[in-house]
C-alpha cells in the first residue's frame, strides 16, 4: 500500500545537525526565521550561529525601542502591550534596546530548555511549550486574550502551548512584514522564495530605520502580483514559481481589533501571472488596467495600481474567469496575444490544448467567413456575436455565418453537426458556463485578426450616428435584453 | 479497506492560532479533528499509533462568515466575532475493515469541526482502490515536503487528552489541498508517486500509514 510513514521522517528530522532553528510551517514563525536569515546574510536556518542571533537581536531591539516601532507599529498593530517586546505604553520610561534583548536573550535561552512535563509546542511539535509566560495576542498575534479564557482549549489559563522556540522566532516577524494599512506577512514555500518576497521589508527599514511601507501599496494583492512580476522579469524566467506557494497574511492586532485577511494565491493563478509579466509585460499591463472602472493613461497606471481595489486581480483570487479582460470590446483590439491566452486558458481555466486549437480552428473560419464581407456588414456580424446575452443568440450567430458561407460560395460548412456540439460544450458539460467562455475566445480571435477593418467601421459608425449611445443600437436590431 | 462517506450542512476546521477577532477555517480537516471524528465513533480516544492506516478526502459546497456571540466564561458581558463556515460538506474516510461496526453505530455524536457542525454517516462500503501514478490529489492534508503547492501551515496531527487541558502529540508542515475543482486545479496536485486512487470520485487518496509511533 502506498503512504506516509511520518515516524520514519520525523526521526530522520531529529538526527539531522542541531540546528537552533528550523522552519514549521506558521507564517508568523517562518517569518521571524526570514527575518533573522536576512539580517545574518544566510539562506538555511541550519547555517545560523548563535553569533548571528545575538546580532539579530541586538538589531531588533535597537529599532523596537523607538517609539514609532514600540507604540505605533508593534503595540498599535501587531503585539497589543507587549511585555516581551516593552511594547506596552506604561513601559515607556523603562524601555530600552537594553532591557529589550534581555527580554529577547532570555526567551533563547529557554531554548535548551527540556522540561518533558510541559506539554508539546501545537506549532512545531518539537519542544516543551514555553512556561514563563502565558501565550496570548501580546506574545503571538491573533491567539485569544487572558480575558476569555474559552478561546483556549479546556479554557487553559496558561493560554496557547508554544514553545522558546517558536515564541522567540515570531518576535522578529514585524522586521520582514510590510506596513500596509494593516501588517502583511508573505509566506511562501519553497522557503527560498520567502526570502525573496520578504528583503525588500529589511531592505527598506535599514535604509529607513522604520516599518517598510510597501512603496505605498495600500492593497496586499496588488503588491504581491506586482512582486511576482518583478521578481520574473529579474530571474528572466517564470520557472521560479513551479510548484509555489504564496499565503498572505493581511491582519491588524490591537486591543481595540484582531482582524485578520488570508490571501491564498492559487498556483496555477502565480504561475500565469508570471509567465505573462516574462513573455508579454505589456500585454498584461494593458490586461491589468482593464481591471479598474477607469481606464488609467499611461502616467497613472502606477497610482492607480498602489491604490485601487483590481477586478482582474480579485477574480484571480476567486477562481473567477477573467478572458472578458484579454481584450478589450469598446475599441475591438487583444489586449495581448493568443500564446498569453492559450496559457491562462490551460493553465488556469484547465482547458484542453485540443479543445483549445478547435476553437480557434473555428474563429479562424468565422473569420475566413466575415472577412469576405463589405465593412458595414462586417461589423453587423461582429456586434451580432458581441451581444449574444443568451445561449439561443449565440448558436443563431453560427447558423447565420454558416448561410453566409453558402451564399459566397465557400467550399466546407463551418462546422459538422458534432462540432457543433462540441463547440457548446468545450468548457465543460455546463452549458450556461461554456458557451460564454467560448464566446470570448471567438471574440478574441475576430479582433485579433480583423482589428483595423473593425476599428475603420467603428470610426464610419460614429459620424453617421453622431454619437448614438449604446441602448439606441437596439432600435437598429441589436437586440439587448 | 472500508470507505465511509459523511456529509454534513456546516463544518470549520479552526487554524491553530488564528482565534480572536476572526476565525478563519481551513479548507479541509486536519489530522487532529479526524483522530476526533474516530474516538467519537468507537467511543474512546483513538491514538494513530492504533490504526494501521488511515486516509480521507473532503468536499464542500461554499463558504461563507458567519457572527457568532462569544460568551467569556466567568463573565456576564458578550463579543461577537465573525466566523468562517464551509457549507454543504462530505468527509470520505479509508480505514481498515475492522472500522465498519464503529461507524454503522457510532458511539457519539459526530461533527466536522465543532458542537454546532454536526455530521451523519450515509455509507459504509468495502472498496479496492487500484495503486496508480501521477494521479491528482485533493480533499486531504499532505507533508509539505511532498512537493505539491497548497496552502503551507503548521497543523497539530494528533492530541493527548489523558490530561486537562489535552496536549499536542505532533505537530508538522503540512500542505492544505482543497479538492480541485477543475482541470488545471487537478493538474497541479498531480503527484508523481504512487498512490491509492478512488475512481467513483476520481482523485487519489494519500494514506497515512503508522502515523507514529514513538514521539
Known sequence: MSGVNLTREQSEKRTQSGSLFYWTGHPFVDAGLVAILLIAGKKKPEDLTVEDVEKAISFAAE??????????YIHGMIFPNSGILMANPSMGKKRSPTSIAENLQSIFEELKSSDNDSPTCVLCGRRPAYSKKDIYLSVFPLLGTGGVPNFFHSANLRGADICAHCVFLAQFMPLISYRLS??????????????ELSKEALEDIKKSKLASQARGFRRPENFLFHLVGEVTRKM???????????????????????????????????????????????????????????????????????????????????????LSYFYNSKERKVNTNWNLLAFYCQEVLGLDEKI?????????????????????????????????????????????IEKLRQNLGIDKPLMTFDEFARILMAYGEDVSISWKTVKNLLLFRIYEKLHDRLMKSAELDKIEEFGADESEYSIYGGGNE | MIRVKIKSWTASFRYPTFQSGY????????????QGILSAARGEVVSFTEIPFVGYVFKSGGRGVDLERIYALGKTETDVIKREVLFDNTLYLYLPDEWENYFRRPRYQ?????????????????VKLEEKTNVPVGGTIVPATSG?????????????????????????????????????????????????????????????EGLHGKV
Not at chain 1, 494593516?182 to 526570502?195: D, G, K, N, S
Not at chain 1, 453587423?380 to 447565420?400: C, G, M, N, T, W
Open chain 1, 63 to 72: 529599532l523596537y525601542a523607538t517609539k514609532e516601532w514600540s507604540t505605533k
Open chain 1, 182 to 195: 494593516r501588517v502583511l506577512v508573505i509566506h511562501a514555500y519553497p522557503y527560498e522564495l520567502m526570502l
Open chain 1, 236 to 322: 528572466e524566467s517564470s520557472e521560479f514559481w513551479e510548484n509555489a506557494s504564496v499565503t498572505l497574511y493581511y491582519f491588524i492586532c490591537n486591543n481595540q481589533n484582531q482582524i485578520l485577511d488570508l490571501i491564498h494565491i492559487p498556483t496555477p493563478v502565480l504561475r500565469f501571472v508570471a509567465y505573462a509579466n516574462y513573455i508579454d509585460p505589456m500585454g498584461w499591463k494593458r490586461i491589468v488596467a482593464m481591471g479598474w472602472r477607469v481606464l488609467p493613461d499611461e502616467n497613472d497606471f502606477d497610482k492607480f495600481e498602489r491604490e485601487r481595489r483590481n477586478v482582474v486581480y480579485s477574480r484571480l483570487l476567486n477562481n473567477e474567469s477573467i
Open chain 1, 356 to 400: 483549445l486549437e478547435f476553437v480557434k480552428d473555428v474563429g479562424d473560419r468565422i473569420v475566413e467567413t466575415i472577412g469576405m464581407l463589405p465593412d458595414h456588414k462586417l461589423d453587423d456580424e461582429v456586434r451580432s456575436l458581441e451581444r449574444a446575452e443568451k445561449l439561443y443568440q449565440f448558436e443563431a450567430f453560427f447558423i447565420r
Open chain 2, 23 to 34: 476565525q478563519p477555517t481551513l479548507p479541509v480537516p486536519p489530522l487532529s479533528t479526524i
Open chain 2, 110 to 126: 459526530l461533527l466536522l469541526g465543532r458542537s454546532s457542525d454536526m455530521a451523519t454517516v450515509e455509507s459504509v462500503e468495502k
Open chain 2, 148 to 208: 505539491l503547492p497548497g496552502l503551507v501551515h503548521a497543523l497539530p496531527v494528533e492530541f493527548d487528552y489523558s490530561t486537562i487541558p489535552r496536549r499536542a502529540r505532533m505537530a508538522r508542515p503540512f500542505t492544505v489541498l482543497p479538492f480541485p475543482r477543475n482541470n488545471a486545479q487537478r493538474k497541479r496536485q498531480t503527484y508523481g508517486g504512487k498512490l491509492l486512487y478512488d475512481s467513483e470520485i476520481n482523485i487519489g487518496v494519500w494514506i497515512y
